[in-house]
């Protein structure tokens, strides 16, 4: 389902240019405009969902291959042995600003805790 006016799912269809590093069935990965880190890609479900509130128990296996998906981008990055963040934000206070769902895959550099 695409909804109008989700800039996440604009790329999903291909109306929005995005660096696509990674494709699977349920899932597009491709390279922040605004990256954190030396590598930093956002993973993101075909499907939308808005928010972690969101999620339906059915959607338990998309949620589990966004991190399948990490996984492999990790390996391809050169980043697995070194160490790497994922990161969800959920709603306003966690900074999310795009309410379509998506793991932030960062690494390259070194990470502090707690976050910000
Ligand atoms: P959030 O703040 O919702 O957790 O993360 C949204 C992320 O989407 C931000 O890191 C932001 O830089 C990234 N972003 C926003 N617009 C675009 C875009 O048009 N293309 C790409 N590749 N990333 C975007
Ligand atoms: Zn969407």
Not at 24 to 29: M, N, S
Not at 45 to 51: L, Q, S, Y
Not at 61 to 72: E, H
Request: net charge negative.
């Amino acid at each position: 389902m695409v909804i109008e006016d989700c800039l996440f799912c604009k790329i999903v269809a291909g109306e929005i240019p995005a660096d696509i590093v990674h494709e699977t069935e349920d899932t597009l990965a491709f390279r922040d405009i605004n990256p954190q880190a030396p590598v930093h890609i956002l993973i993101i479900p075909r499907k939308h969902i808005a928010t972690i509130n969101d999620l339906d128990d059915a959607d338990q296996a998309i949620v589990g291959s966004l991190f399948t998906a990490a996984r492999d981008i990790a390996a391809a990055e050169g980043l697995a042995d070194d160490g790497y963040r994922v990161v969800m934000n959920c709603n306003e206070a966690a900074g999310q600003t795009v309410f379509h769902i998506h793991l932030h895959l960062l690494g390259g550099r070194r990470f502090g805790w707690p976050p910000g």
